[in-house]
């Protein structure tokens, strides 16, 4: 087997670095302003050069030595969280496809992943249900079981196995409804 190439492999588990710290960028700075050459500056603090270059070019484009903020990114999704919340508030039980369809439809660019990272963020997550067994279908109480091979959305606190006390106003898998709860 492989190792993955990505950044995870490389940082094994561990956090990002932390950029270089402005005091050392100042003084870097300084030493270039007195007249060093960026590579004599770079080799007298043991950087790379590069990182020097880019630091110059910032100095004399902004005046400021400064790291350029990073994370923080938001999904391009957030611009229609009403529409995406309001589709599952109206057919709790749609499933990842179906709400990719309705975005298309709606000519709102987006994949499976992202719509799922989206509900993640707000603790909705998509659980496949049951089919329902012959018995399920025979038996009154428990015709409601199960809703096909669609994934419901559920709140990650409770499982279907748990029944809860109650259902959940935003939950109307047929699976998650407790038949008698009142």
Same mark, same amino acid.
């Given at each position: 087997?492989?190792?993955?190439?990505?950044?995870?492999?490389?940082?094994?588990?561990?956090?990002?670095?932390?950029?270089?710290?402005?005091?050392?960028?100042?003084?870097?700075?300084?030493?270039?302003?007195?007249?060093?050459?960026?590579?004599?500056?770079?080799?007298?603090?043991?950087?790379?050069?590069?990182?020097?270059?880019?630091?110059?070019?910032?100095?004399?484009?902004?005046?400021?030595?400064?790291? #350029?903020?990073?994370?923080?990114?938001?999904?391009?999704?957030?611009?229609?969280?009403?529409?995406?919340?309001?589709?599952?508030?109206?057919?709790?039980?749609?499933?990842?496809?179906?709400?990719?369809?309705?975005?298309?439809?709606?000519?709102?660019?987006?994949?499976?992943?992202?719509?799922?990272?989206?509900?993640?963020?707000?603790?909705?997550?998509?659980?496949?249900?049951?089919?329902?067994?012959?018995?399920?279908?025979?038996?009154?109480?428990?015709?409601?079981?199960?809703?096909?091979? #669609?994934?419901?959305?559920?709140?990650?606190?409770?499982?279907?196995?748990?029944?809860?006390?109650?259902?959940?106003?935003?939950?109307?898998?047929?699976?998650?409804?407790?038949?008698?709860?009142?």
């Amino acid at each position: 087997m492989s190792e993955s190439g990505g950044i995870d492999s490389i940082l094994r588990g561990q956090s990002m670095p932390r950029p270089y710290s402005e005091d050392l960028r100042a003084r870097v700075i300084e030493e270039i302003e007195a007249g060093a050459s960026r590579r004599e500056a770079a080799e007298r603090y043991e950087l790379s050069p590069s990182v020097v270059v880019i630091w110059a070019r910032r100095w004399e484009e902004t005046g400021s030595v400064a790291a #350029k903020p990073s994370g923080g990114s938001t999904s391009p999704l957030e611009e229609h969280a009403g529409f995406l919340l309001g589709l599952v508030v109206e057919q709790p039980d749609l499933t990842l496809d179906e709400i990719v369809a309705a975005m298309r439809k709606n000519r709102i660019p987006g994949s499976r992943s992202a719509v799922w990272r989206f509900f993640e963020r707000r603790n909705i997550s998509f659980k496949a249900c049951t089919r329902r067994s012959k018995s399920a279908r025979k038996t009154p109480a428990r015709a409601g079981a199960g809703c096909g091979s #669609k994934a419901c959305l559920t709140r990650p606190d409770w499982s279907l196995l748990m029944r809860p006390g109650r259902t959940p106003a935003w939950c109307g898998c047929a699976a998650a409804v407790r038949v008698g709860s009142g």
